[in-house]
């Protein structure tokens, strides 16, 4: 029954409607979508777009009921709630008000017994005794408490979370949801029993347990900080009264990682039994005194864990119901977690809303499965070190340790070079090997004249780990040289044309090659040495000395892919050019680790 009326000097005024007043009650809006392609579909698009659309905070009531049709035996009560007037557990006290009031009229029973009149509950008197619980020694005991408690502020758990959470009001967050298995569910709750705690306690635990050992860096003494919602209803009348009560109280978690699980959660039954004797104070109280100076900080934490255990079938006579919560998009911290646990034998319902700026869906899907293994290590064995609980399930140990370890690529015993392009040749010997201009050669006929040549070479002494420099300017000569020095079993020179003499000349006298390969032009410029022999490819090819040599594959015996294939120079930037030794097997892992690109 409660509403805003506009401003009283600046100040806001709340209002409380009587029971005649037009805003005290209003017609349970109806909307038939058995008529509709897909009455489900229909019906959940309805729900999400009401459930979303905002109050008008002035002069209307802060609530709004509907009721969706879907089927002749099927439908949808929508209840809203403006967090002004109501927590979460007025929503149960409103629910199960309606449903004794449903099945008294079903037996003919006025809605209202008379203890539920004689209850009319006072919420301006619930405010009355807030006014005087601040001006009361109790008031400045737990203001002094919660100052002491955190007079250390802990880090912010996240990166950026302070300056994100400052924004937070103009940004949608993601949901993602855990089903908690109720087998599992009751599993932790003995394991916490055993040690005098509860499954709030267990699961406040487990999140700072969790987060503690993925921030690893915090400073010592560091806690992780979980905001907890508290009913903050002192009286069996206000236990039974609609309204906004609850507040929350940052509970500070001390994590360490030598004590085990159950020590941990002994811990935090003790803190939160503490922490629940002082939960009248305000929280935005211990905001404006902690936080004064802090920068783009608000609040004391990044996660709030908010646990709801409500009856979620309404026990309408002759009705079964279920609960479906929803979310309106929005939350003050990075990371909220609810856990709805409504119906007895169903799976418990915790969802993680979380900031896409901060998360990713990948991120936290892998989060929860991670909490999910940490969750049944600890239930397990819940006298482990901390320290030595995994947090990663099977499947990402797997990754972590065998997949990320797996060679990406084939390294068994590496091929020579010569011999991947035989292959291809062999496979497709009509395909186009080398383009130049006007000048093609087929994989077949590039390997036959490379054979031919690789003959004649084999015949000048070339053999494994003999060089052969080759000046040629870029064509299918510089192909044919190439692979020929391969097959011989030689290793190759390459001497760029466009290098000055001088280092031309350096090379060549540094390397003593067999032989070399050039056109006319090159050869020119090149001097002569000792014991090498000189050949030119810039001749027809049916004049060249190798034109009768056989054209199949010579046969090396010995060579193996640990034998040269090319010697590279330095650029000679820090002194003179220095040759570099590379081996088929070395380029034989370079054509595999980029064979995919091509």
């Given amino acids: 029954r409660g509403g805003n009326n506009g401003d009283n000097n600046g100040e806001a005024m709340q209002r409380f409607a009587a029971p005649d007043d037009d805003a005290a009650g209003a017609p349970l809006q109806r909307f038939d979508f058995t008529g509709e392609a897909d009455p489900e579909a229909s019906a959940w698009a309805h729900l999400r777009a009401a459930f979303l659309a905002p109050f008008a905070l002035y002069g209307q009531r802060l609530w709004r009921m509907q009721w969706l049709q879907v089927a002749p035996r099927r439908g949808y009560w929508l209840v809203c709630f403006h967090h002004l007037v109501a927590d979460g557990w007025s929503v149960s006290l409103t629910g199960n008000a309606v449903a004794d009031a449903y099945n008294r009229l079903g037996r003919g029973e006025a809605a209202l017994g008379e203890e539920e009149k004689d209850e009319g509950g006072d919420y301006a008197g619930f405010i009355r005794l807030d006014a005087e619980y601040r001006a009361s020694p109790r008031y400045a005991r737990d203001r002094a408490f919660w100052l002491q408690r955190h007079a250390r502020l802990a880090a912010p758990l996240f990166e950026d979370a302070p300056a994100r959470r400052s924004q937070a009001a103009r940004r949608k967050v993601e949901q993602a949801v855990w089903h908690l298995d109720r087998a599992d569910h009751d599993r932790l709750t003995e394991v916490a029993a055993a040690q005098g705690a509860s499954s709030t306690h267990f699961l406040a635990a487990l999140l700072a347990v969790y987060f503690a050992r ?19 209803r002192t009286s069996v009348a206000h236990r039974r009264m609609p309204g906004m ?37 305000p929280l935005v109280e211990l905001h404006r005194e902690l936080l004064a100076g802090t920068g783009e900080r608000r609040g004391l934490f990044d996660i709030s864990l908010s646990i709801e255990s409500f009856q979620g079938d309404l026990r309408l006579e002759g009705i079964r119901s279920t609960v479906f ?46 909490l999910q293994a940490l969750m049944r290590a600890a239930i397990d064995a819940p006298h482990t070190p901390v320290r030595d609980l995994p947090l990663m399930d099977e499947a990402e140990r797997d990754l972590v340790v065998h997949g990320f370890n797996r060679p990406l690529l084939d390294t068994s015993a590496p091929s020579l070079i010569h011999a991947l392009f035989e292959q291809q040749a062999a496979r497709d010997p009509d395909a186009i090997a080398v383009q130049f201009e006007d000048q093609r050669l087929s994989y077949g006929e590039l390997d036959r004249r ?24 870029r064509g299918p000569g510089m192909a044919i040289a190439i692979l020929a020095t391969l097959k011989a079993g030689g290793a190759y020179v390459p001497l760029d044309p466009v290098q000055p003499d001088e280092r031309l000349a350096h090379m060549l006298r540094d390397s003593t090659p067999v032989a070399q390969i050039g056109d006319r032009a090159s050869l020119d410029r090149l001097p002569a040495l000792p014991s090498c022999q000189r050949l030119r490819l810039d001749q027809p090819w049916e004049e060249a000395p190798w034109c009768d040599a056989p054209i199949g594959n010579p046969q090396i015996e010995g060579l193996a892919p640990s034998h040269l294939a090319y010697v590279i120079y330095t650029s000679g930037s820090t002194g003179r050019p220095k040759g570099v030794m590379v081996e088929h097997a070395q380029v034989g892992r370079l054509f595999a680790a980029t064979r995919g690109w091509f």
């Fill in 245 to 281: 009560f609850s507040g929350a109280i940052p509970v500070g978690i001390a994590v360490d990682p030598r004590q085990s699980f159950a020590q941990t959660l002994r811990g935090v039954a003790a803190e939160l039994k503490q922490c629940y004797r002082h939960q009248r104070y």
């Fill in 450 to 473: 490379a054979n031919q040549l690789a003959h004649h070479l084999r015949g000048l002494g070339v053999g494994p780990d003999a060089l052969v420099a080759i000046c040629l300017e």
């Fill in 214 to 232: 993925l921030h690893q860096e915090r400073e010592a003494g560091d806690e992780v900080v979980i905001g907890m919602p508290v009913h903050n």
């Fill in 325 to 370: 919560p929803l979310h309106n998009g929005h939350e003050r911290q990075p990371l909220a977690v609810y856990v709805r646990d409504y119906e007895p034998g169903r799976p418990v319902h915790v969802e993680f809303n979380y900031d896409p700026a901060l998360f990713s869906a990948p991120q936290m899907a892998m989060h929860l499965r991670r």
